[in-house]
């Protein structure tokens, strides 16, 4: 009786680095080459994994593959071991501040990487970082149209500025996570007020049936261990003038958005 709101898929590990790989094939120079660097994680780990494998399928040359412990604060030596490789896109498998502790340290070493992926990182500090510019990350949701164009949406971004000024957050742009888990509220709600229930097994069965509609998109557990079927609700971000933008699929990208390529 898990149902995630995370707006993933099944297969991640697969669908996942596609999505990546099919933005980046839109730029007029796609990558040839890649260096995947990765914590070990396990859902870093793993999905960074399965983009090596979709990497081949797709034909790019791996260059360098890297796996560092989780907890890590030195990223010079694999700095250096990236400038070394020169590859024209780096995928990195990382969560939090790591991507922004890898770009002090390649900034050290006088090295801008082409194209580079970080996959959860901490979207504030990563803002607050010159060297990040055109970096691309996973999102479900950005305050920007057409994600805005929900009200429901508007209404929680709004909430959610006020309260966290209120409560010195030094960032409070909607986001990933936030989105994930006010989905997760919203899923709840429509289920008990559907079934005027919230016994476990009747929200359970209710849910394997029906759709809902949250601020990211349409939530559905009609797949393998109550994920979703086929195309999940994931998207890649750019950091763009300061901001993050939708950038790929193109429908869900902001207003006069387009992918910086190298």
């Known amino acids: 009786m898990q149902f995630s709101?995370?707006?993933?898929?099944?297969?991640?590990e697969n669908v996942w680095p596609n999505l990546v790989l099919d933005a980046l094939g839109s730029t007029p120079k796609p990558p040839k080459t890649i260096a995947i660097v990765t914590s070990k994680f396990p859902s870093l780990h793993f999905i960074s994994l399965g983009a090596r494998e979709v990497a081949k399928k797709r034909g790019l040359t791996e260059v360098l593959f890297l796996e560092y412990e989780f907890g890590n604060r030195d990223f010079g030596p694999i700095a250096s071991r990236l400038k070394?490789?020169?590859?024209?896109?780096?995928?990195?498998?990382?969560?939090?501040?790591?991507?922004?502790?890898?770009?002090?340290?390649?900034k050290k070493i006088d090295y801008q990487p082409p194209m580079h992926f970080y996959m959860f990182p901490a979207p504030g500090p990563m803002v607050k970082t010159p060297e990040a510019r055109n970096a691309l990350a996973f999102t479900?949701?950005?305050?920007?149209?057409?994600?805005?164009?929900?009200p429901r949406a508007v209404q929680f971004i709004e909430a959610y500025h006020v309260k966290g000024k209120a409560a010195g957050m030094p960032d409070v742009s909607v986001d990933l996570l936030a989105s994930i888990c006010y989905s997760m509220w919203q899923t709840l709600e429509v289920a008990a007020n559907a079934?005027?229930?919230?016994?476990?097994?009747t929200l359970a069965a209710w849910l394997r049936k029906n759709p809902v509609d949250s601020i990211m998109g349409r939530l559905?557990?009609?797949?393998?261990?109550?994920f979703i079927e086929g195309k999940d609700l994931y998207k890649v971000k750019q950091l763009q003038g300061g901001?993050?933008?939708v950038v790929w699929p193109t429908e869900f990208a902001a207003p006069g958005a387009k992918l910086i390529g190298n």
């Open 84 to 106: 070394e490789a020169k590859a024209d896109f780096i995928w990195f498998g990382a969560g939090g501040i790591d991507g922004v502790l890898l770009l002090d340290a390649m």
């Open 243 to 245: 901001k993050w933008l």
């Open 5 to 12: 709101t995370s707006g993933g898929g099944f297969d991640i």
């Open 195 to 201: 079934t005027k229930s919230i016994d476990d097994k």
């Open 220 to 226: 559905r557990w009609d797949g393998p261990q109550n």
């Open 140 to 150: 479900t949701f950005e305050e920007h149209p057409p994600f805005t164009s929900n």
